[in-house]
Structure formats: C-alpha cells, structure tokens
C-alpha cells in the first residue's frame, strides 16, 4: 500500500536531509546557546586572558623559575587571605583545600633553591594554619627537612615532592582560582600548582532535603577512589595505583579495545566522509570540495611507488595496459596524497583493501574507482540520475551497493561500467545500504521511514520493516545475519528479528540524530553515533534478550550502557575492525 504525503512534507523531508549530510546543525541550537552564553566585555576579557595562561583546564602555565623568597612568602599570604576572605563557606572549604600542597611545597622549593634559614622561617611562620592530624604529622616530618639530600633520605617527603598532590575541587571553585591567579598570581605561586598539584573539577551536588551530620559529611568526604579512604600526607601515592589498578580490571574483563578516535583539524565544515583501511594503516577522508585526502597511519608513509598493474579488473582495463594515466594525485603541506576527479561533494568512501583499490560516491552521480598503487583513478561508474549518498560491499569485496537521491539502490561489480541490478520501491532517498553477511540480500534505509530487504540475486523485494519515526540514515546487520539494526533522525536504534519480522527493541538514549551504526564481530555490542559527537555502546545480550520474549517492542532505556563524548565536531565514521576487535571513530575537530 502506498503512503501519500504532500509535497511540502518531501520538499522539508528532502531539505532536513541535505541539511544533515552537509553537518549544519539546528538553528534554534544556535540561538539557545548564544543566548546561554553571553558574556559582557570584562568577563570575555577575563576568560580569554585566563584561557591563554592555562594549558589545561587544571593547570597554570609559568613563564619563569624564580627563587625568591621573600616574594613566595608574600604570594602564599595573598592566596590565604584570598580564601579566607571568601564569603561562601562551601568554595572556602574546597579552595583551603590547596593552601596545604602550595604551603608543603613552596617550603621545598625554598630548599631546593639553598636558602635554608628563610625556608626554615617560613615553615615556622605558617605550620600553625594546619591543624589536622595528618597534615600536622608530616609537617613534623617537614621540619627535620633542610636539604635536597634530605629530601632524598626519606621516602615519604621524597613521594610528596615527585608526585602530584591530588585535590578535588567543583567548577566554581576552579573558575574563582582561575580569576584569582589571572589577577593577582605570582609566578612562583603558579609555578608550584602547575607542577606539583592536579586539580580534579567534579561536579559536586547540594540537596537541600537530604539531612546528614557532620560526620556523615566528613565520612563522605574522605571517600576517594572506588570506596577506599585516601591515605595520609596527600601525596596521591596509593590512589594512583589504585586507579592504574582499576584500569587494568576493566581492559582484563572487557574483550574489546577501548574506543579509538581519529580526528582531521581544520575540516569541521568541508570533511564530509572518512574511512581507515581494513589493516588499520591507512585513512581516506572524503571533502565537500571534491577532493579526497589519504593519510598514513603509524608507521606508514604514503609515497608515490612505480605503477604496478592490479590484481582486479576494472571496467576500462584492458590487457595492453602497461603505463598509469597522466594524471595522478598531489600531494598537501599536511602530508596527504590528493585525489582529484569528482567534481562535486565526496559522500562515501570503501577500501578494496586485497586490490589495493578505493571506491568513492558522489553529488555528481559517480562512483570512482582509485587505484592506491600510483594514486590514479581507474574507472568511472555511472548510472544514478541523481548525487549518491551511500555504499556498501559484499563480503571478499565481490559486489558494490549504492544507494541515491533518485530512491534507488544499485548492484555494482567493479569490472562493468554499467549496474548489474536496480533495487526501486522507496518513495524518498535511499540514505542507507547493508550486504547480508551470506551477500544475498541487501537492506536499504530511506527518508521514507522505511526499511526494506531485498534478494540481490533477482531485486525482488522481500521485506519492508517499519517502526522507525523518522528519516533512517544508517543500517547494520548482526554477524549471524539474525537481526537487522536501524537508526536515524528519532534518536533510538530499531532492531528487527528477521525470521520473525518483530520488532525486538529500541535503544534510546540519544540525544540528537545518528549517523552511523556498526555491530561488533563477536556480536556482543551495537555501536552508534550522534551528530552531537556522543557514541554509545550497547550489550546485545542485555538488550536482545530483554525484546527476544513474547513481548516485542520493547524499549530500553540508556541506563547500562556505555557513553562517550568523543569532543569531535561531526563524526564521519564509527566501524568495528577486526584487527583487535577495536571500535574506530574518525571525527573533525
């Protein structure tokens, strides 16, 4: 049955997903931010000045080592009588936090600049702010301190000096330190905290109903890493192991590597596709301007080798071929090979990684063939009336899908010019295309809300799949070929069964639209991609499971799964690899 719709809902569908594949955002996010976020001329001022003296959002930058006494005493008195002056109790609280590191410290540096009896002076002056057993018991220790050698004598004193003192603080307090030193900072104070202190920004809550005592408080308070009470004399020591620790316990029972993330500067508004080779040793990014850029990874260097004809025949091959074209790709300041030849914006992009050959779509109704021997392009492939949004390949590389504008898919062999099948039905773009992993079928995903399957051998349809609420840019299939996975513009993953045709369940938890999908090679988790830059992990175990029941439907919150901002201004890529089982983001920043 057809769905009627009216001309102004294809001509906002058909522009929302042009917007989208040219990465502009939201206008009314613009304008919320804009509003959110203004600032009057001091406060700009004041940001960029801070800004430009922090090389982190914890640190402090110093220009000079200077070894005066005098003028350390006189900074660590401005800085207590700044925290005491404060008038909220809770930032005093958190800032008071660093007088004890800076004062520990400083009373170093005096020794280790060899002016022994200012150093002992200044200890003798200012040990009576701290109060606390533990910062009194090694202050005492401390004092028997009045050399470098001796430094070196005790281990305790020695830990304290070579790693960093650890201090929580909340953003506010951080922005108030930040002020504070861009204002009245002397160097030797900056000096200490950007060597010697890490500053953790937590985001720190206040319930106003939720009565605790004091000790409660305290207790609270004292908690460090995974439930452990931080050790005495704040040299961070035991809680660095801790952490490394629990780092080990999660890459020991977690089969996967971490997320890997790979980011073109300067591209934010031109990168517009990215892919990295099967052996994870080269990345091709796709460009607006029609250009296509090749980089090496690792250890590899692209160089321009003697022509060698490919084990693949492309369609204008022939056997008397013994010499590249004329033509072959320049090379960037940044190191990139150049290839030119579309003549409008790069979409899509797949390695043919045992030929040594690079397929790329385009705006204008092209697929090129690219051989990364010599950097030429080998063949040209028409047939799409209209720019070509997206591409898949079979598995050993066999077959090309294509999906486009004109709200066709198309089956290509790379050895034709012409395509071997045309798979027609949708009523609006095909933004999507996915091989079965036995190749015999081909799943489409179309601005039409649909997804459909169809029989590669003969182009019949099979299957229409609907559910989703909104244009659908991304598909995957399981590795076991058991279930299909879509997303898109309505923010969740729709994962069908396809023996039964259910709707197993919807993964929501996004935030904006996704772009991109992939299943792991074990099966065991879906990865997608947001326009905002968040990629989400999903447990197909936890989540199938739950829909595999008599109930179908099922929609699964965000709860257990595993999110990261990827800080990345659009996401261009999210695959699974094999090569460790790694998942790989390539982003713009």
């Known amino acids: 049955m057809k769905m009627k719709r009216s001309k102004i809902d294809i001509i906002n569908t058909t522009l929302e997903s042009y917007l989208k594949r040219r990465r502009y955002q939201d206008g009314e996010l613009f304008r919320k931010f804009e509003r959110t976020n203004s600032q009057t001329s001091e ?30 005493d006189q900074s660590y008195q401005r800085l207590k009588m700044w925290v005491n002056s404060i008038v909220n109790d809770k930032l005093k609280i958190e800032l008071r936090g660093l007088l004890y590191p800076v004062f520990c410290h400083l009373y170093l540096e005096m020794l280790h600049g060899g002016d022994k009896q200012a150093a002992i002076q200044f200890l003798k002056t200012h040990q009576s702010d701290f109060l606390s057993d533990t910062e009194r018991d090694f202050l005492e220790k401390l004092s028997s301190v009045y050399s470098v050698q001796d430094i070196e004598l005790r281990p305790l004193v020695n830990a304290f000096r070579t790693r960093k003192y650890k ?15 861009t204002k009245h900072g002397h160097v030797i104070l900056m000096q200490v905290i950007n060597t010697h202190i890490t500053i953790i920004k937590r985001i720190m809550e206040l319930h106003p109903s939720d009565e605790e005592t004091g000790s409660e408080k305290s207790q609270r308070n004292d908690i460090g890493i995974n439930g452990h009470v931080e050790q005495p004399s704040g040299t961070g020591v035991d809680r660095e192991m801790r952490e490394l620790q629990e ?58 080798p003697k022509y060698r004809s490919s084990s693949l025949n492309l369609a204008i091959d022939s056997p008397s071929t013994s010499r590249p074209p004329e033509e072959f790709g320049d090379g960037d300041e940044a190191g990139a090979i150049v290839l030119r030849g579309h003549t409008d914006v790069v979409h899509d992009l ?42 898949d390949t079979s598995v050993f590389n066999i077959y090309i899908a294509t999906g486009s504008h004109d709200r066709t898919a198309k089956l290509w062999s790379l050895d034709r010019t012409f395509p071997l099948r045309i798979f027609a039905g949708h009523f609006l773009d095909v933004n999507s295309v996915r091989f079965h992993p036995n190749a015999r079928y081909i799943a489409t995903g179309s601005a039409d809300k649909t997804v459909r399957l169809w029989s590669k051998d003969d182009g019949n349809l099979l299957r229409v799949y609907v559910g989703a609420q909104s244009t659908i840019y991304s598909l995957v299939f399981s590795p076991d070929g058991k279930y299909l996975a879509a997303a898109g513009d309505d923010k969740c993953v729709s994962i069908w069964d396809l023996a039964t045709n259910a709707l197993l369940t919807e993964l929501k ?62 996401i261009l890529s999210l695959r699974y690899y094999h090569k460790n089982n790694s998942l790989v983001c390539i982003g713009t920043v």
């Open 350 to 391: 797949r390695f043919i990684a045992e030929s040594d050959i690079l397929v790329s779509v385009s705006s204008d109704k092209e697929m090129r063939a690219w051989r990364l021997n010599d950097y030429s392009c080998a063949a040209v492939y028409n047939g799409h009336s209209y720019p070509i949004w997206c591409m």
């Open 43 to 72: 406060e700009m001022t004041l940001s960029a000045t801070a800004e430009c003296g922090s090389s982190r959002d914890n640190s402090i930058v110093f220009s000079a080592i200077v070894n005066d006494v005098a003028a350390a």
């Open 167 to 181: 201090v929580d603080m909340s953003d506010e307090a951080h922005i108030c330190l930040q002020k504070f030193l």
């Open 247 to 304: 780092a080990i316990r999660l890459i020991r029972n977690n089969a996967h590597q971490p997320l890997r993330i790979f980011t073109v500067n300067n591209a934010i508004e031109s990168a517009s596709c990215g892919i990295i080779s099967p052996n994870m040793d080269r990345l091709a990014v796709g460009f607006n301007t029609a250009e296509i850029r090749l980089w090496g990874i690792g250890d590899t260097v692209l160089m321009r």
């Open 509 to 570: 938890g996004h935030q904006d639209t996704i772009m991109n999908l992939d299943w792991s090679p074990d099966g065991q988790f879906i990865a997608s991609a947001s326009l905002d830059g968040v990629v989400r992990l999903w447990s197909t175990q936890e989540y199938i499971s739950i829909g595999s029941g008599e109930t179908t439907n099922v929609q699964s919150d965000v709860g257990s799964c595993q999110t990261y901002s990827t800080n990345c201004s659009s």
